[in-house]
């Protein structure tokens, strides 16, 4: 069986666009043909959906690195080069995209929603862009602007309603294996589950939920024991928690001290899972040894406010009517939670002292350099804040002061790679 893999870090670049080309229509009896050149494509960029076939993130456990396709470069007779490729990218429904840096959520693949993770780079302009009355000959293009690259860190958390949690071997794998068609493997010892399963649950017409088999935890797993907290991520968005315990003695074990122990872990993995609505189950009531064992768990349990039930999920005896309880909590229960992305897309740092390249051809200004084709594969020109930053880079760089320096007027255009703009003091 493949290994569960739930997280992963990958390195995702986006295509660079395509450079514009210097080309001039030559064709035999029409004289000053003029600028032909093409645009350059579009890089392709990094597109991540959702895929409900796929249970872990195993694919990423071997290649860490995705590249989409560069925009192919423009060419004569105002041939536009071809469009780079997008790069598909397939996860789990549930994955968290995060920075892999400051960790921060850039977005909950949990719908259906394509999400574009790195944008490719525009195609640089070809020459036919810049002739004018008095420039009818534009020796120059532009250079396409680069793909978007970023490192991230995938994160796997399963979509459940409910989540079984208990110390290995109380019988989750059973009960799930009981109340729906899900085929855990199960055995009596410790540790049978380890990775989560999924199940649906069917109550009744138009009444199902979604249940998850985490793997059992032991006392210490906040120390690293056992399996650890690895997997109790999966039931952070469950809106329910099923607590299985074992009060049959079988294992001379104290059905009380087990709770307490699993509720303690809980509680250190994240105080709010802790909180989330819990239902208390003893299992295992048909080989029951010890009946004060049983009386002593629900005084406890019911002490401290938790509703009880019993059951035995071997023989079948209470399973459908705990499912039937579960769906009337869940009916008055918030939707399954989704995580807000809290990343917030930071300006790129680029050093701005080096010089740019000023060319000045009539009435516009062709300003090109290292620095600011980085700063401009950087900057979404479709939202006001982000051009407000540019606009402050480009002041406190000194490139206006400069050329008012070389005497810009009002009204020139300047042209830097994909963008013109008229001059305004």
Not at 36 to 51: A, C, L, N
Not at 184 to 204: D, S
Not at 345 to 368: G, R
Not at 389 to 415: A, K, N, T
Request: net charge negative.
């Amino acid at each position: 069986m493949p290994a569960f893999i739930d997280t992963a870090r990958i390195t995702v670049r986006a295509g660079n666009g395509g450079n514009g080309a210097v080309a001039f229509h030559r064709e035999k009896y029409v004289a000053a043909g003029g600028p032909s050149g093409g645009d350059g494509g579009k890089g392709g960029s990094v597109i991540v959906v959702v895929d409900n076939h796929m249970s872990t993130l195993m694919d990423f456990r071997y290649k860490r690195k995705y590249a989409a396709e560069n925009g192919a470069d423009g060419s004569s007779k105002r041939c536009t080069g071809k469009d780079g490729e997008d790069l598909v990218i397939k996860v789990p429904r549930g994955t968290v995209i995060r920075d892999a840096e400051t960790r921060e959520i850039i977005h909950d693949m949990s719908d259906d929603a394509p999400f574009v993770l790195a944008r490719g780079g525009n195609g640089g302009w070809g020459n036919h862009h810049f002739a004018t009355p008095t420039r009818q000959v534009p020796n120059f293009a532009k250079a396409g602007l680069p793909g978007q690259t970023r490192d991230v860190l995938l994160e796997l958390k399963l979509l459940a309603d409910v989540g079984l949690v208990g110390f290995p071997n109380v019988g989750k794998s059973t009960l799930l294996s009981v109340v729906t068609k899900a085929n855990p493997k199960i055995a009596n010892y410790h540790f049978t589950t380890l990775y989560p399963n999924l199940g649906v649950v069917w109550v009744e017409e138009g009444v199902s939920f979604v249940m998850a088999d985490i793997p059992g935890i032991i006392e210490g797993a906040a120390e690293g024991a056992g399996l650890g907290h690895d997997f109790l991520r999966h039931i952070d968005r469950c809106r329910l928690l099923l607590h299985i315990v074992d009060v049959s003695g079988s294992e001379g074990r104290d059905p009380v001290a087990d709770f307490e122990a699993i509720n303690e872990e809980l509680a250190q993995y994240s105080p709010e899972l802790a909180s989330r609505k819990m239902l208390v189950v003893a299992n295992k009531v048909d080989i029951l040894e010890d009946e004060s064992l049983l009386d002593k768990l629900r005084a406890h349990v019911e002490a401290k406010g938790y509703p009880f039930y019993t059951m035995s999920a071997a023989a079948h005896i209470g399973t459908r009517e705990l499912m039937n309880t579960v769906a009337g909590e869940l009916a008055s229960l918030p939707p399954v939670a989704t995580y807000e992305a809290t990343y917030v897309e930071k300006p790129v740092e680029v050093d701005t002292s080096a010089p740019l390249n000023i060319v000045h051809e009539d009435d516009t200004w062709i300003v090109e350099g290292p620095w600011l084709q980085r700063l401009m594969g950087n900057v979404n020109f479709g939202d006001y804040e982000s051009r407000n930053w540019f606009d402050r880079q480009l002041r406190q760089s000194g490139l206006f002061d400069r050329l008012e320096e070389m005497g810009i007027q009002d009204g020139d255009i300047v042209s830097m790679y994909n963008l013109e703009f008229e001059y305004q003091r």
